[in-house]
């Protein structure tokens, strides 16, 4: 049973910044596609980001490009989505999955172990 838990949001005031983080066990992520969602009210969950590390390929949605980044640590099996600069508009849910085939991206149908969620706000 792969388990994947996703932690660190919280509250934020515009401007600011605050890192996300991916456990995953006992799947060893080293040669798999690991990506970030998010989903706001109202709205239909989209990708934000995604990374196949042993190709050194990252994805990022045209809204967040240059203010996050998202990264991979295969010795603590470990996902990190660093945000800058944050907006209200980054307001969300945000949840980390695991896609189980090849390839990588942002298509979030691709992917089949998902976290819980983790909430992240944006005060202006």
């Known amino acids: 049973q792969v388990e994947v838990v996703d932690s660190g949001g919280g509250s934020v005031e515009a401007g600011g910044s605050l890192t996300l983080t991916c456990t995953v066990s006992?799947?060893?992520?080293?040669?798999?596609?690991m990506g970030w969602f998010r989903q706001a009210p109202g709205k239909e969950r989209e990708g934000v980001a995604s990374?196949?590390?042993?190709?050194?390929?990252?994805y990022y949605a045209d809204s967040v490009k240059g203010r996050f980044t998202i990264s991979q640590d295969n010795a603590k099996n470990k996902v990190y989505l660093h945000m800058n600069d944050l907006k209200p508009e980054d307001a969300a849910m945000y949840y980390c999955a695991a896609r189980p085939q090849r390839g990588c991206g942002l298509g979030q149908e691709t992917f089949g172990w998902w976290g819980q969620g983790t909430q992240v706000t944006v005060s202006s």
């Open positions: 990374i196949l590390h042993v190709l050194g390929s990252t």
């Open positions: 006992p799947l060893n992520i080293s040669g798999w596609c």
